[in-house]
């Protein structure tokens, strides 16, 4: 079956320290992978999608077919970066992951 | 900029009542989506439209109906509102032929509670 698996609920870093914040899917097709981000009190918006191959805010993710892994990484975490975090995979039916809250301590 | 709104931000309704949750976005997009967003259950899709008066369920439709007579409108109704229903839910829209594939844009939420 079609899953996305996030499996930290909470991940608590210290500024300026790297972070990682993980997402596993199964998939048979091609994946459309994104990482949609809600930060305190506003809307769940979008923060980057695989195709794009871009950097966000200092945010990257990278598809591993092999690892069937897309984490997200940001090498110097920012107190801003405090949030919940949802993988998603749009390819085929929508299915997203169960959130991954991060809190960056100061 | 696209803008999704949700007609209430709160709504309190009681078991039984039929509840409606409204959604309209600006953008002429074509696909609209509700979902209900649960702690440790991440977001999950309740119904979606990729057109007017069309309509497709998602994994979790029991208990919910949707409505799309216009293309900027996309309501959830709750025939029999249950303490189960008592949840956040999310309305997005996203453009083009891609369905799926699209960048979606979500509304602020609608926290509602059901006693």
């Known amino acids: 079956a079609q899953r996305v698996t996030q499996p930290e609920k909470l991940l608590s870093v210290f500024k300026g320290a790297p972070v990682e914040l993980k997402c596993n899917y199964s998939?048979?097709?091609?994946?459309?992978l994104f990482w949609y981000v809600q930060y305190s009190r506003q809307r769940l918006q979008l923060l980057l999608r695989?195709?794009s191959r871009e950097s966000i805010k200092g945010f990257t993710a990278d598809l591993n077919k092999g690892e069937t892994s897309f984490h997200l990484k940001k090498p110097f975490a920012q107190e801003e970066d405090s949030a919940m975090y949802y993988c998603?995979?749009?390819?085929?039916?929508?299915?997203f992951g169960q959130g991954t809250e991060l809190s960056v301590k100061p | 900029d696209v803008k999704v709104t949700q007609s209430s931000r709160y709504l309190v309704k009681r078991t039984g009542e039929k509840v409606f949750l409204e959604c309209v976005q600006d953008?002429?997009?074509?696909?609209m989506f509700w979902y209900r967003q649960d702690p440790g259950l991440g977001l999950r899709l309740i119904y979606f439209s990729y057109d007017v008066k069309m309509k497709e369920k998602g994994d979790i439709p029991e208990g919910y109906s949707v409505s799309r007579e216009k293309k900027e409108r996309f309501s959830l109704i709750l025939e029999s509102a249950s303490t189960n229903q008592t949840s956040m839910y999310l309305c997005?829209?996203?453009?083009?032929?891609?369905?799926?594939?699209?960048?979606?844009?979500f509304g602020p939420g609608t926290r509602l509670t059901v006693l």
């Open positions: 998603a995979n749009q390819g085929g039916k929508l299915i």
């Open positions: 953008m002429d997009h074509e696909n």
């Open positions: 695989h195709i």
């Open positions: 998939y048979s097709g091609s994946p459309e």
């Open positions: 997005a829209s996203s453009s083009g032929t891609g369905g799926s594939t699209d960048t979606q844009y």
